[in-house]
């Protein structure tokens, strides 16, 4: 039996191709240049860092401080007058059409989405579309699952289940308002079954936030004003996040984001179709909620120590997926939050909520999603529009191609 070369063993054996896949990936994977971010200000997801350096190898933040050395072929950026943030997370989206790249160009790598009907939407590009965990359809009180036949207790499993099977990542609850006891019974079981199989459960708030804090929710998303000081008192003792989405609110009151629309940071990098989403301006008859009382709710929340999470409600009228993170943190501080609770409240906050422990904070050995931008967006959050770059598993974003994609578009139409 002749004698096969090494070479000759590895391409005629079988499992020599999964050998080659792994050792031709891990070529390109350390093909990729490490990033250095030298002398750069850092919120890490919770606070402000003294001015460090973050390196970054392959997906993931690997050293920070001043005690290491970059590897050769290092990529350096100098970090001076910049702050260096999470990728944010969007707590309060519904996830359609080209959500996914609008967001990330926008420096928002992760989406939750909030109810959706439309199938679970995956990043069509891993590298260039922002990540999404998925609510999927929103759980009715009084239907059974996806049937027009009325809901019990026991068909509230069923349906979590169903939910499940589809790929929700956590359940997003309709809570109808009314009297009803077998409403509240429905709500109890939906959130019992979401728990027993380890996600969360949170709800639309459209009225009876008590009951649904008893209920055990995990989270509110919406409209804050109903919550009194006792309703708070219970969400903060019951570690009950609230997602106010006060930018949504704003227009829904009668006012219009349409200033916002115009900040040259902002406008270049909307699609047409966003843009004018954006700026649209109210036309009810009447405005169906009132900005002021949701403003003050949110700063009484925030007075409260409930954890305050920000979410857009994008593609709600006056709003646009990713920009509107921008917007929202503004409002918030406009609320009373700081910069810095605001910041942590579109990263480290969603992030601990939500379970999702691989990102939201610039630590060692989390995912490199990044976002810098110029200025001290610690002390004046509008300087989160100026971004620099976005980074998601340590890839840059190509920022520029996208910018003459929406100018493109808008001259062809
Ligand atoms: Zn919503």
């Given at each position: 039996?002749?004698?096969?070369?090494?070479?000759?063993?590895?391409?005629?054996?079988?499992?020599?191709?999964?050998?080659?896949?792994?050792?031709?990936?891990?070529?390109?994977?350390?093909?990729?240049?490490?990033?250095?971010?030298?002398?750069?200000?850092?919120?890490?997801?919770?606070?402000?860092?003294?001015?460090?350096?973050?390196?970054?190898?392959?997906?993931?933040?690997?050293?920070?401080?001043?005690?290491?050395?970059?590897?050769?072929?290092?990529?350096?950026?100098?970090?001076?007058?910049?702050?260096?943030?999470?990728?944010?997370?969007?707590?309060?989206?519904?996830?359609?059409?080209?959500?996914?790249?609008?967001?990330?160009?926008?420096?928002?790598?992760?989406?939750?989405?909030?109810?959706?009907?439309?199938?679970?939407?995956?990043?069509?590009?891993?590298?260039?579309?922002?990540?999404?965990?998925?609510?999927?359809?929103?759980?009715?009180?009084?239907?059974?699952?996806?049937?027009?036949?009325?809901?019990?207790?026991?068909?509230?499993?069923?349906?979590?289940?169903?939910?499940?099977?589809?790929?929700?990542?956590?359940?997003?609850?309709?809570?109808?308002?009314?009297?009803?006891?077998?409403?509240?019974?429905?709500?109890?079981?939906?959130?019992?079954?979401?728990?027993?199989?380890?996600?969360?459960?949170?709800?639309?708030?459209?009225?009876?936030?008590?009951?649904?804090?008893?209920?055990?929710?995990?989270?509110?998303?919406?409209?804050?004003?109903?919550?009194?000081?006792?309703?708070?008192?219970?969400?903060?003792?019951?570690?009950?996040?609230?997602?106010?989405?006060?930018?949504?609110?704003?227009?829904?009151?009668?006012?219009?984001?349409?200033?916002?629309?115009?900040?040259?940071?902002?406008?270049?990098?909307?699609?047409?179709?966003?843009?004018?989403?954006?700026?649209?301006?109210?036309?009810?008859?009447?405005?169906?909620?009132?900005?002021?009382?949701?403003?003050?709710?949110?700063?009484?929340?925030?007075?409260?120590?409930?954890?305050?999470?920000?979410?857009?409600?994008?593609?709600?009228?006056?709003?646009?997926?990713?920009?509107?993170?921008?917007?929202?943190?503004?409002?918030?501080?406009?609320?009373?939050?700081?910069?810095?609770?605001?910041?942590?409240?579109?990263?480290?906050?969603?992030?601990?909520?939500?379970?999702?422990?691989?990102?939201?904070?610039?630590?060692?050995?989390?995912?490199?999603?990044?976002?810098?931008?110029?200025?001290?967006?610690?002390?004046?959050?509008?300087?989160?529009?100026?971004?620099?770059a976005v980074w998601k598993r340590g890839h840059k974003l190509d920022r520029t191609a996208y910018l003459a994609k929406c100018a493109a578009e808008r001259v062809a139409k």
């Open positions: 039996m002749k004698h096969r070369s090494a070479l000759q063993t590895l391409i005629l054996h079988p499992s020599s191709f999964i050998l080659l896949a792994m050792l031709l990936f891990a070529h390109t994977a350390s093909a990729q240049p490490a990033t250095l971010f030298k002398d750069v200000r850092v919120f890490d997801g919770l606070t402000l860092l003294s001015q460090t350096n973050i390196l970054v190898e392959g997906e993931k933040i690997t050293q920070m401080g001043h005690d290491f050395a970059a590897p050769p072929g290092t990529d350096t950026i100098d970090g001076t007058g910049k702050t260096l943030l999470p990728g944010l997370i969007d707590a309060h989206a519904h996830v359609s059409g080209h959500a996914l790249e609008d967001a990330i160009m926008a420096g928002v790598t992760t989406v939750l989405d909030m109810g959706s009907d439309t199938a679970r939407q995956l990043p069509k590009d891993d590298a260039s579309d922002a990540d999404v965990f998925w609510a999927g359809r929103t759980i009715h009180m009084l239907v059974r699952g996806d049937a027009a036949r009325p809901a019990t207790p026991t068909s509230m499993t069923d349906t979590v289940d169903e939910r499940l099977a589809h790929g929700s990542d956590y359940v997003n609850i309709d809570y109808l308002c009314g009297t009803a006891s077998i409403i509240k019974r429905n709500l109890e079981a939906t959130v019992a079954a979401a728990h027993t199989r380890g996600r969360l459960a949170v709800v639309h708030l459209h009225c009876d936030a008590r009951v649904c804090i008893e209920a055990g929710v995990d989270g509110l998303i919406g409209d804050p004003a109903e919550l009194d000081s006792s309703l708070m008192k219970l969400a903060r003792a019951r570690n009950v996040f609230v997602v106010p989405s006060l930018s949504s609110i704003y227009w829904k009151s009668g006012s219009s984001n349409a200033a916002f629309a115009l900040d040259t940071n902002i406008i270049p990098y909307l699609p047409r179709a966003s843009a004018q989403n954006l700026a649209l301006r109210f036309s009810g008859d009447g405005a169906a909620l009132s900005y002021p009382l949701a403003e003050l709710s949110t700063k009484k929340l925030q007075q409260a120590h409930v954890h305050i999470l920000a979410g857009t409600d994008a593609p709600n009228p006056g709003t646009a997926f990713g920009v509107s993170m921008h917007r929202e943190m503004e409002l918030l501080t406009n609320a009373g939050l700081t910069p810095v609770h605001a910041l942590a409240a579109a990263t480290g906050f969603v992030a601990d909520a939500f379970h999702l422990r691989d990102r939201g904070h610039i630590h060692v050995g989390f995912r490199a999603d990044l976002l810098l931008v110029s200025g001290d967006a610690t002390t004046t959050i509008t300087a989160t529009r100026n971004i620099v």
